[in-house]
């Protein structure tokens, strides 16, 4: 997967302060800021979410051993 370089970074923070200007930036910046941590908490519950469920299947499905 590419990662952003800083060439491509300058133009993407460039082409934000064109459209939104400098006083309404740093409003974005913050709404964008909230938006990806709540994105990743939510992201990280339904991973948790997951791994209990599988986990709890795994349990069950265990045989029992006979001696």
């Known amino acids: 997967m ?3 370089g800083p060439w491509e970074l300058i133009l993407i ?4 302060l064109i459209i939104f200007g ?3 930036l740093p409003e974005v ?3 964008l ?3 990806l941590r ?3 908490g939510a992201a990280k519950d339904i ?3 997951v791994n209990i469920e599988a986990s709890s299947q795994e349990t069950k499905e265990e045989p029992k ?3």
Do not use: C, Y
């Not at 923070?13 to 934000?16: E, R, S, V, W």
């Open 2 to 4: 590419p990662s952003i």
């Open 13 to 16: 923070l460039a082409i934000a």
């Open 22 to 24: 400098p006083g309404k």
């Open 29 to 31: 910046g913050k709404a």
């Open 33 to 35: 800021g909230r938006g």
């Open 38 to 40: 709540e994105f990743r």
């Open 47 to 49: 991973t948790d979410q």
């Open 65 to 67: 051993k006979e001696s």
